[in-house]
């Protein structure tokens, strides 16, 4: 063989390690692909560990694998493991250990001689005897992920060079997941939070309609009782419509004998009827006790329907709402409550439909109509009144505004009224929730609250929620 054939030969012996090389890299990389993607979906660090050792089985071969975590100044616990049972063990540190944790990947001969794993032998289903320390760290984070195979001296200088090759990979994919596992925990977190805070609004409406129970019942009771009252009246008059019928159809009787004696008897009994009876009267009567009637019942109608949208669970619906709408319907629900000691004016002018919840906008204004209500203590007023205007900050708004001539408000007091649990009244007499739940509903529609108040003179609240186009 000439020196030319020879350099052809050992050009090609090159050109084939190249062309494996390129195709073992290319393997890898495709390998570290998929398994990056398959990391990128864990959605707990166990998952991540567990999808981790499922890439590497493909890379650096292992019988049993597992991750050291160190917790304390020279041990380690077993946060992750293909073999269950090493789940949760406790690690000293050998010397072997604390180069690895350094940041030194090890390849270990025999693991049997090594101090820190004699204690661990026994347990393994079966004897392991070569092991591969990768060391990794990440967010809070000093680990080893350990590869162990029962052939001793398995792991060589090649695969030291992998794990070194490989540590970055490691510690850049840790970085993604644990960045996403946060924000999944910050998505749980935040699930939690609307959870409990709606949980406590609804606590808040339960509250207030404890509060308002007695005069709920009384606002129904009184129109219940009249209407019942007047179908005993109807009953009665009953009677007297049935006579006559009687009367009536004697009449016709008498006229169709052409008997004119029947006709004028029976004339004569009609006439004494109607003078004892009054029918005309009762008539009159019936016609008042109809529509009292239907005033009632639509008054129970009116307080149950304010009733319904106002303890509604869960309905986070929005949709257009009338403002001056649900200002009349909440008058209704806490009438009771204000009439015997407060005179209630209104002053509704012309308002644009805002988007949002009318039963949250209901409870809005049960909050502050009771609690314009408990700061009168004996005589008092207050106004509610509505509107639209142009606000410096929110631009075009439909506002209301419920204001009273009650004890008023300290100025140290004011700066703290709307923080949760805080409240001014009495022990047993306020959840402490009413006034920060209503700035967060009204928060939430894209509106502000705003109050002035003076002592011994009275506060006022003003609600300003943008006008949107629908």
Same mark, same amino acid.
């Given at each position: 063989?000439?020196?030319?054939?020879?350099?052809?030969?050992?050009?090609?012996?090159?050109?084939?390690?190249?062309?494996?090389?390129?195709?073992?890299?290319?393997?890898?990389?495709?390998?570290?692909?998929?398994?990056?993607?398959?990391?990128?979906?864990?959605?707990?660090?166990?998952?991540?560990?567990?999808?981790?050792?499922?890439?590497?089985?493909?890379?650096?071969?292992?019988?049993?694998?597992?991750?050291?975590?160190?917790?304390?100044?020279?041990?380690?616990?077993?946060?992750?493991?293909?073999?269950?049972?090493?789940?949760?063990?406790?690690?000293?540190?050998?010397?072997?250990?604390?180069?690895?944790?350094?940041?030194?990947?090890?390849?270990?001969?025999?693991?049997?001689?090594?101090?820190?794993?004699?204690?661990?032998?026994?347990?393994?289903?079966?004897?392991?005897?070569?092991?591969?320390?990768?060391?990794?760290?990440?967010?809070?984070?000093?680990?080893?992920?350990?590869?162990?195979?029962?052939?001793?001296?398995?792991?060589?200088?090649?695969?030291?060079?992998?794990?070194?090759?490989?540590?970055?990979?490691?510690?850049?994919?840790?970085?993604?997941?644990?960045?996403?596992?946060?924000?999944?925990?910050?998505?749980?977190?935040?699930?939690?939070?609307?959870?409990?805070?709606?949980?406590?609004?609804?606590?808040?409406?339960?509250?207030?309609?404890?509060?308002?129970?007695?005069?709920?019942?009384?606002?129904?009771?009184?129109?219940?009782?009249?209407?019942?009252?007047?179908?005993?009246?109807?009953?009665?008059?009953?009677?007297?419509?049935?006579?006559?019928?009687?009367?009536?159809?004697?009449?016709?009787?008498?006229?169709?004998?052409?008997?004119?004696?029947?006709?004028?008897?029976?004339?004569?009994?009609?006439?004494?009827?109607?003078?004892?009876?009054?029918?005309?009267?009762?008539?009159?009567?019936?016609?008042?006790?109809?529509?009292?009637?239907?005033?009632?019942?639509?008054?129970?109608?009116?307080?149950?329907?304010?009733?319904?949208?106002?303890?509604?669970?869960?309905?986070?619906?929005?949709?257009?709402?009338?403002?001056?709408?649900?200002?009349?319907?909440?008058?209704?629900?806490?009438?009771?409550?204000?009439?015997?000691?407060?005179?209630?004016?209104?002053?509704?002018?012309?308002?644009?439909?805002?988007?949002?919840?009318?039963?949250?906008?209901?409870?809005?204004?049960?909050?502050? =109509?009771?609690?314009?209500?408990?700061? +009168? $203590?004996?005589? %008092?007023? !207050?106004?509610?009144?509505? *509107?639209?205007? /142009?606000?410096?900050?929110?631009?075009?708004?439909?506002?209301?505004?419920?204001?009273?001539?009650?004890?008023?408000?300290?100025?140290?007091?004011?700066?703290?009224?709307?923080?949760?649990?805080?409240?001014?009244?009495?022990?047993?007499?306020?959840?402490?929730?009413? =006034?920060?739940?209503?700035?967060?509903? +009204? $928060?939430?529609? %894209?509106? !502000?609250?705003?109050?002035? *108040?003076?002592? /011994?003179?009275?506060?006022?609240?003003?609600?300003?929620?943008?006008?949107?186009?629908?």
């Amino acid at each position: 063989m000439n020196e030319r054939e020879e350099e052809l030969l050992e050009a090609l012996n090159r050109a084939y390690r190249l062309k494996e090389q390129a195709e073992e890299q290319h393997r890898e990389s495709q390998l570290l692909l998929t398994g990056t993607r398959a990391l990128l979906e864990a959605n707990s660090s166990e998952d991540m560990y567990k999808r981790m050792f499922e890439v590497f089985s493909n890379i650096i071969p292992y019988e049993i694998a597992f991750v050291l975590d160190q917790q304390a100044p020279g041990t380690m616990i077993c946060t992750s493991s293909t073999f269950s049972p090493l789940q949760g063990s406790t690690w000293k540190l050998d010397s072997v250990f604390k180069r690895a944790v350094l940041g030194q990947p090890c390849a270990v001969y025999d693991i049997q001689r090594q101090p820190a794993w004699i204690e661990h032998l026994p347990g393994l289903n079966q004897p392991m005897v070569a092991a591969l320390y990768c060391p990794f760290s990440g967010p809070g984070i000093n680990a080893i992920l350990v590869f162990c195979h029962s052939e001793k001296g398995f792991y060589i200088n090649r695969h030291t060079q992998m794990a070194v090759k490989y540590k970055e990979f490691m510690e850049q994919t840790l970085l993604s997941v644990n960045a996403k596992l946060l924000a999944l925990e910050s998505q749980s977190l935040r699930a939690e939070k609307e959870r409990v805070e709606q949980g406590l609004v609804q606590s808040e409406k339960m509250a207030s309609l404890g509060l308002l129970a007695a005069g709920v019942a009384h606002e129904i009771n009184n129109p219940i009782g009249f209407v019942s009252s007047n179908i005993n009246y109807l009953a009665d008059s009953l009677k007297d419509i049935k006579e006559l019928d009687q009367n009536l159809n004697a009449l016709v009787a008498a006229h169709q004998s052409d008997s004119n004696d029947q006709i004028q008897q029976a004339l004569q009994a009609a006439i004494e009827w109607q003078q004892d009876s009054h029918i005309d009267e009762t008539l009159t009567d019936l016609d008042d006790l109809v529509k009292d009637c239907r005033d009632g019942l639509l008054r129970v109608r009116d307080i149950v329907s304010g009733l319904r949208n106002f303890a509604r669970v869960d309905d986070e619906s929005t949709n257009p709402v009338d403002i001056n709408r649900c200002i009349e319907s909440t008058l209704k629900l806490v009438a009771n409550e204000l009439k015997y000691h407060c005179e209630v004016e209104t002053e509704l002018g012309p308002t644009e439909a805002i988007m949002g919840n009318e039963g949250k906008l209901n409870q809005v204004l049960t909050n502050l =109509l009771v609690n314009a209500g408990h700061a +009168i $203590e004996e005589k %008092g007023k !207050i106004r509610i009144a509505s *509107s639209t205007c /142009n606000h410096p900050d929110l631009g075009h708004c439909t506002w209301f505004s419920v204001r009273d001539n009650g004890c008023g408000i300290s100025p140290e007091k004011l700066s703290r009224i709307f923080e949760p649990f805080y409240t001014t009244k009495e022990v047993g007499k306020g959840t402490g929730l009413g =006034l920060a739940i209503s700035y967060s509903i +009204i $928060e939430n529609m %894209g509106g !502000i609250i705003e109050v002035e *108040s003076q002592l /011994n003179k009275g506060t006022c609240f003003s609600v300003f929620i943008p006008v949107s186009d629908f």
